[in-house]
């Protein structure tokens, strides 16, 4: 329950975050402001999303490995190679929705 509540406010802060300036263009009075203002808003939710979730994935992984080399210290160097391959998967996740991001933000 304490996860869904982290996630629900830092969801909401990326947006707020990202709404203000949306509005600011709209008020404005710009026929593509509010065009503008939505793809900053997706490009932030996106971030925020990606970022999330490869923290949660990186957590697991990294605390699944480190209980199975707790109960077995011998095992380390044939848990240590995998896990690092998993984390960087994980973490090419992220840096794809950054590059979209920033592809987003090249339209505005």
Request: net charge neutral; aromatic share 6%; with cysteine.
């Amino acid at each position: 329950m304490k996860k869904l509540q982290i996630f629900l406010t830092l969801f909401v802060g990326a947006l707020i975050v990202n709404l203000i300036p949306s509005l600011a263009l709209a008020a404005e009075g710009e026929a593509a402001g509010s065009a503008a203002g939505m793809i900053g808003l997706g490009a932030g939710i996106a971030i925020s999303g990606a970022a999330f979730g490869c923290g949660m994935g990186q957590g697991r992984a990294v605390a699944a490995a480190m209980e199975s080399i707790g109960r077995n210290p011998n095992s380390a160097d044939r848990i240590q190679t995998p896990m690092i391959i998993g984390l960087a998967m994980i973490e090419s996740l992220g840096i794809y929705a950054l590059v979209i991001a920033f592809f987003l933000q090249g339209k505005i």
